[in-house]
C-alpha cells in the first residue's frame, strides 16, 4: 500500500516538474518587425532644443553735441558829433540861404557796404542845428505826421531826394537837408546836401569822414 502511494507520488512529481519545463519552454519571443528589401527606416525625429532668446543690447547714453552759440556781432560806435560840427557851420554860412527859413531834416540813409545803425547820426545832425540862430527846424512829430499821411512808417528814411522835397512840401518847408553815409563801413563818409525845395535846387553841399571811437 505504501509503496504504491510513494509511487504515485513520485509520479505526480515528475508530471508537475515537466509541465514547468513545456510552459518555460513554450514563452514566445517578442517578434520582429521583418524590413522589407529596398525600404529603408524612418530616422528618428533629433529632440528640439528651445533656443534661448537674445537679450538686446541696451544703447549706451546719446551725447548731445554742444550747442554752437553765434558770435555776438562788434557793435561799431562812431562820432558822428566830430564829423557834423564843422559842416553844419560851413552849411550855415551858404549863400542862397535866407535867415528864419523852415528846414527839414531828412534822416541820414546808410549807403555804405555793411550795416549801419544812422539813428545816431541823425540825432547828431539834429543836435547840431539846435539853436542854429537862422533855420526853423520841421520837429520830428511834424515829420512822422507827413510820413504817415504819405503812407510810410514813421521809422521810414525817405531814401531819395525827390521823397524828401515831397515831405518838405507837405509840412511847408523851404529847405530840406538830405544825408548820407557811405563807403567803407568801418570809416564812412557823411555826405549832405542842402536844397530848394521850390526848384530842387543844391544850394550846398559838403562831406566829412566819420571816424570810430572803438
Known amino acids: 500500500m505504501i509503496r504504491g502511494i510513494h509511487r504515485y507520488l513520485v509520479v505526480v512529481a515528475a508530471a508537475m516538474i515537466l509541465s514547468g519545463c ?55 560806435s562812431y562820432d558822428w558829433g566830430s564829423a557834423m560840427q564843422p559842416m553844419v557851420g560851413q552849411m550855415l554860412q551858404a ?33 547840431a542845428l539846435a539853436n542854429n540862430g537862422k533855420f526853423t527846424l520841421v520837429s520830428a512829430q511834424q515829420l512822422s505826421m507827413a510820413k504817415q499821411q504819405l503812407g510810410l512808417s514813421p521809422q521810414d528814411s525817405l531814401g531819395s531826394r525827390s521823397k524828401a522835397i515831397g515831405i518838405a512840401r507837405n509840412v511847408s518847408a523851404q529847405y530840406v537837408l538830405y544825408s548820407n553815409a557811405s563807403g567803407n563801413v568801418r570809416t564812412p563818409t557823411i555826405k549832405m546836401q542842402l536844397m530848394l525845395v521850390q526848384t530842387g535846387e543844391i544850394i550846398w553841399s559838403g562831406s566829412s569822414a566819420v571816424q570810430q571811437t572803438q
Open 22 to 76: 513545456i510552459n518555460r519552454g513554450g514563452e514566445q519571443p517578442a517578434p520582429v518587425e521583418e524590413v522589407k528589401p529596398g525600404t529603408t527606416q524612418p530616422a528618428q525625429p533629433e529632440p528640439t532644443v528651445p533656443s534661448v532668446p537674445t537679450v538686446p543690447t541696451q544703447p549706451g547714453p546719446i551725447t548731445q553735441p554742444e550747442p554752437t552759440i553765434p558770435a555776438t556781432p562788434k557793435v561799431r
Open 95 to 127: 549863400d542862397g540861404v535866407t535867415p528864419g527859413g523852415v528846414l527839414l531834416v531828412d534822416s541820414v540813409n546808410n549807403r555804405t557796404n555793411g550795416t549801419l545803425d544812422t539813428s545816431k547820426a541823425t540825432e547828431a545832425l539834429r543836435g
